[in-house]
C-alpha cells in the first residue's frame, strides 16, 4: 500500500494511464473491456491496496446494500435468533447489517429510526418497544 491515504480509482487510472471510467468497469469485470485489462486493473489495483468504498458508491446509486435492525435488547433468545437469521439472509443477498439497541425506549427508538434513515439505509426491520396504556371506564 502507498502510503496511508485512501487509493482511489483515479490513482489506479494515472497509474496505468487509463480512464476512470475504463478502471471502474474493469473493477466490475464489464464485458466491454478486454480480459487483459481487466487483470491488469484488478493486479493493480491489489499492489496498491485498492478497497472500494461502498458509502460512495451507494449515496452514487442512492442503494447503500445495508439494512438496520433496530431492537429492544439483544439479549432476548428470541431477537439474537432473529438476528442471525437476518444476518445470513442479508449475507446472502450483498447487504450489510447495522443493529441498534433502544432498551426498550420509545424516545431512542425514534432517535436512531431518523439515524437510519438518515443513512439512507435500504430497509430497517424493526421489533418496537410496547407501550402500556391504561383504559379506564
Not at 9 to 18: C, M, P, T
Request: include cysteine; charge should be positive; aromatic fraction near 4%.
Amino acid at each position: 500500500m502507498e502510503g496511508n491515504k485512501d487509493i482511489t480509482i483515479y490513482d489506479i487510472a494515472k497509474k496505468l494511464n487509463l480512464a476512470t471510467s475504463t478502471i471502474s468497469r474493469a473493477l466490475k469485470d464489464h464485458p466491454t473491456i478486454s480480459t487483459k485489462t481487466i487483470k491488469k486493473v484488478k493486479k493493480t489495483a491489489e499492489e496498491m491496496g485498492y478497497v472500494p468504498n461502498t458509502l460512495a458508491a451507494g449515496l452514487r446509486g442512492n442503494k447503500t446494500n445495508t439494512i438496520g435492525v433496530l431492537i429492544p435488547t439483544v439479549t432476548q433468545p428470541f431477537l439474537s435468533s432473529l438476528i442471525s437469521g437476518i444476518e445470513i439472509a442479508a449475507q446472502k443477498s450483498g447487504y450489510n447489517v447495522i443493529i441498534m439497541q433502544s432498551h426498550d425506549s420509545y424516545e431512542e427508538e425514534v432517535s436512531m429510526a431518523k439515524s437510519l434513515y438518515g443513512s439512507r439505509v435500504s430497509g430497517i426491520i424493526c421489533s418496537l418497544v410496547q407501550i402500556p396504556v391504561i383504559l379506564t371506564t
